[in-house]
């Protein structure tokens, strides 16, 4: 067998357990679930981030049903001091950075960089303080510490890589410091421009504009981020303001998106970028001891029933303690939990009390909710406020989680009965907790978008509803998916569960045979080295490269 190649792989989060608060939501779960299977699989890679200090912030509810968030310092167990400390210059300022090292994972460790060291200025201690906690100025510097002292850790250690990859464009200064490396050694930009592609691969994600970071020039080059590359050289990469995005489009070999329908939707949001990377689609998957019931996996008829009311038991046992309120365990229960974030229409099963209003006052369904809205997303905030509030109103068949993290996103992915999804498509991504469900046997009930498109059965291992419809306009887009949702779960859902046990069970086994190879991580990873990280042999590179400036000609 070819030796495979030597990666490293960047994040600004996390998503290894749910006691270490590294991680914010689906990017952390997605790299965390990466560097296991890259563990599992003993492949070579080590993961590169940033040791958070009060890691991301707790979001609980108050009193009066509102979300608000608080921060804690973190305490820290089974961290390694690697004594490798780097420097980073940011305003001016030399940052030095501590490197600790997770033991947890031998042939796929993770390194993370702090700055909370005495020797710095105040401020700058602050820079590695809370995940996402700031933007502008504070941004830049934490993406500065991950990408400039990720490579320069990795330079101290000694660790030789093939491949940089860069997960999200957080990462992107990583390449800076690749470019300043080869100029210093003589390189002009545009070569080393030409060689640095060859070391980096880039997964973009979400297809929300604004979630695509971009920083003004001035503000970059203020900070230091440009890493002695000229303002020209900059737009060359990123354009103006400068869009990280664009930058890693530009700066790798290749891209991925995260499920295939957002490989297309990513082609078309970038298609106006010109020397670019082709974007290929490589869709997420779960790493299953993390996520799974092993033993339910293999198990058919009464025994899979009987496990998944185990489970069941559980989930409602969990929600006893955590709010006080006691579901039933002969009756439907449905279960949601995302970030709130106004595309995913978290609240939308409430739209029309007329026709949900008895369903939950009379038991026919119960749900559980849980997620976080950003600590600056008002929006968000009002949509976790209204969840808050239904829980009141319907006490014995709505219930809402407070402060959603690892822990409540395995309970609930194993016990619901059903796994409800709404995105207006095709704004997810790709959505991995729907992946944990149908493994779990918890049926998938979801908008056409994300992973569900890839091997939604309808009827036999799932259900879909809106039939991919898409629209401009918003309000003929959600009138359109909650006539279909409230029909998908009153004609079909609702029955099957009351009156046809075997075949609900039916379409457990066929939601977890279905989904258990293509979603567990191992096919994941396989194809990450076959398509990313493996380097297409010379001819095929060429090859690659002519094809792709004909193409460009033709335009
Ligand atoms: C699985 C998981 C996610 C990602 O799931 P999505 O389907 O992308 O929302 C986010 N947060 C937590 C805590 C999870 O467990």
């Not at 490293?8 to 998503?15: I, N, Q, R, T, V």
């Not at 830049?140 to 030789?160: D, F, K, N, P, T």
């Not at 973009?204 to 303002?231: C, F, K």
């Not at 396989?526 to 398509?531: F, H, I």
Request: hydrophobic share 35%.
């Amino acid at each position: 067998m070819e030796k495979l190649p030597q990666v490293a792989y960047f994040c600004m989060e996390y998503g290894l357990h749910h006691s270490f608060k590294q991680y914010a939501g689906g990017l952390g779960i997605l790299a965390g679930d990466h560097l296991k299977g890259a563990h599992d699989e003993k492949l070579p890679l080590v993961g590169l981030g940033i040791l958070w200090k009060q890691g991301y912030g707790d979001q609980r509810i108050d009193d009066h049903g509102n979300p608000y968030d608080s921060y804690e310092i973190q305490q820290y167990e089974n961290l390694e001091d690697t004594g490798v400390r780097v420097s980073v210059k940011i305003r001016q300022r030399q940052v030095k950075c501590k490197l600790w090292k997770t033991e947890a994972y031998g042939n796929a460790p993770l390194y993370l960089l702090d700055t909370d060291l005495e020797e710095n200025d105040g401020a700058d201690r602050w820079i590695t303080g809370q995940l996402y906690g700031w933007f502008g100025e504070e941004r830049i510097a934490q993406e500065m510490v991950l990408g400039i002292g990720g490579i320069r850790a990795l330079r101290a250690l000694g660790l030789e890589c093939d491949v940089y990859h860069f997960n999200e464009g957080h990462a992107l200064f990583a390449g800076f410091e690749l470019l300043r490396e080869k100029i210093y050694q003589g390189l002009s930009f545009h070569e080393a421009w030409q060689e640095t592609r060859r070391e980096v691969v880039f997964t973009t994600h979400t297809p929300i504009v604004q979630g695509n970071e971009s920083h003004p020039l001035d503000r970059l080059i203020y900070m230091g981020a440009n890493n002695g590359l000229t303002l020209e050289q900059m737009v060359e990469l990123g354009g103006a303001p400068f869009n990280m995005t664009v930058g890693a489009l530009r700066l790798a070999r290749r891209a991925n998106a995260v499920a295939q329908l957002h490989g297309e939707t990513a082609n078309a949001m970038w298609a106006h970028v010109d020397n670019r990377c082709e974007i290929l689609a490589i869709t997420n998957a779960i790493h299953l001891p993390t996520w799974v019931d092993m033993p339910l996996m293999d198990l058919k008829g009464k025994e899979l029933w009987d496990r998944h009311q185990k489970n069941k038991q559980d989930l409602i046992g969990f929600i006893k303690k955590r709010t006080g309120q006691e579901l039933k365990a002969d009756r439907l229960l449905i279960g949601f939990s995302r970030r709130a974030a106004p595309y995913k229409r978290s609240d939308f099963i409430f739209s029309d009390p007329k026709v949900v209003g008895p369903l939950f006052k009379e038991g026919k369904i119960q749900i559980v909710f849980s997620g976080k809205a950003h600590p600056l997303d008002d929006t968000g905030k009002t949509i976790v406020a209204n969840l808050v509030e239904m829980s009141k109103k319907y006490p014995d068949s709505v219930v809402f989680l407070e402060n959603y993290d690892m822990e409540i996103g395995a309970a609930l992915t194993r016990g619901a009965d059903v796994w409800l999804n709404n995105p207006r498509r095709p704004k997810e991504a790709s959505g991995t907790s729907g992946m944990k469900a149908a493994i779990n046997g918890v049926l998938n009930l979801s908008t056409l978008d994300g992973w569900w498109p890839e091997i939604c059965d309808h009827d036999k291992n799932g259900w879909q509803f809106g039939d991919g419809f898409v629209s401009e306009d918003e309000e003929i887009h959600d009138s359109h998916d909650l006539k279909d949702l409230y029909k998908v779960l009153q004609d079909k859902v609702i029955p099957l569960y009351y009156s046809n046990q075997d075949g609900w069970i039916k379409m457990m086994q066929n939601s977890i045979s279905d989904c258990r190879d293509q979603f567990a991580v191992k096919r994941m990873l396989n194809e990450y080295y076959q398509k990313l990280y493996i380097l297409p042999d010379a001819k095929t590179a060429k090859k690659e490269s002519k094809s792709k400036t004909k193409s460009s000609k033709k335009k």
